[in-house]
């Protein structure tokens, strides 16, 4: 079992920046982040293999997020620079068991969430 505590969410002005960070009680491979807002599924914003030479984003975050990790504090972390209104959202952490996950489904353990507002 995995148990994953994200910490890292606030209040921003656009285009301002923020560090999501998501520590992880066991082992885990592929590492994600997703964020969901009021009314809204739950979408996939990035993405990390377990070496972190792999990684994915969702069109809407490029350029601006980066995702990386430190497997030594098997922790995962979520850049966010050039905030914009429209990310906010909770944010939510998940491990996979897969090699390389970057849907949903294939992801196994799951964060309580942290919240992320973004002041126009």
């Known amino acids: 079992q995995v148990q994953l505590l994200e910490s890292g969410g606030g209040l921003v002005q656009t285009g301002g920046s923020l560090r999501l960070s998501c520590a992880a009680s066991g082992r885990t491979f592929s590492m994600g982040w997703f964020r969901q807002a009021p009314g809204k599924a739950r979408e996939f914003v990035a993405a990390?293999?377990?070496?972190?030479?792999?990684?994915y984003y969702t069109d809407s975050v490029k350029g601006r997020f980066t995702i990386s990790r430190d497997n030594a504090k098997n922790t995962v972390y979520l850049q966010m620079n050039s905030l914009k209104p429209e990310d906010t959202a909770a944010y939510y952490c998940?491990?996979?068991?897969?090699?390389?996950?970057?849907?949903?489904?294939?992801?196994?353990?799951w964060g309580q969430g942290t919240q992320v507002t973004v002041s126009s």
């Open positions: 990390i293999n377990w070496s972190g030479i792999n990684t």
């Open positions: 998940a491990a996979s068991r897969e090699f390389f996950a970057t849907t949903l489904h294939e992801y196994d353990y």
